[in-house]
């Protein structure tokens, strides 16, 4: 694999002090998300998106995975409603069933995941390409997106975020 994605935490408690560039930030009783991601170059074509909400937290990843000379979409999520999980992966048999204009559409048995950037706050960031920092990827940390999560038709969750983060590179 190129990348290795690795979540520590869907949904934590932060209290502290963080001082950068001489601003300094406290937290208490904050909610945190941690992750991290290690391999010589992203993927060609991908999207993640991550964001807590006020009963849950969710994270999603999809990426083109080359493979013995072939590629497919690999996929990988969790949704967590209520301290309940669920998980959403390739190995599952996870697929999308629609990726276009910052929307994506995860199908996986009877569930259904829909993820959309509805309004971009990009920044450049340097990703890794052959093992070098080369790769400028733009990452919304903090923008607006909406998701919506199904069983059977039944909607488990559905909401607008201003705080989700979002990479939509496809």
């Not at 002090?17 to 208490?28: A, D, E, K, S, W």
């Not at 999308?96 to 993820?115: F, M, R, S």
Request: hydrophobic share 35%; with cysteine; proline share 4%.
């Amino acid at each position: 694999m190129q990348c290795r994605h690795r979540v520590y935490s869907m949904r934590h408690r932060i209290d502290g002090i963080l001082t950068v560039n001489g601003q300094q930030y406290i937290f208490r009783n904050g909610i945190g998300y941690l992750e991290g991601d290690r391999g010589y170059s992203f993927p060609s074509q991908y999207l993640w998106t991550q964001c807590i909400f006020p009963n849950g937290s969710l994270m999603l990843s999809v990426a083109d995975i080359p493979l013995m000379g072939l590629h497919f979409h690999g996929v990988i999520g969790i949704v967590i409603i209520d301290g309940q999980e669920h998980r959403i992966a390739t190995y599952l048999g996870a697929k999308p069933d629609y990726i276009h204009q910052n929307t994506v559409v995860i199908k996986q048995g009877d569930y259904c995941l829909t993820a959309k950037m509805i309004q971009k706050h990009a920044k450049p960031l340097n990703a890794p390409e052959h093992g070098k920092m080369s790769r400028i990827i733009h990452e919304s940390l903090s923008c607006r997106a909406f998701y919506r999560f199904e069983h059977q038709g039944r909607i488990l969750c559905e909401f607008v975020s201003d705080r989700a983060s979002f990479e939509f590179e496809f």
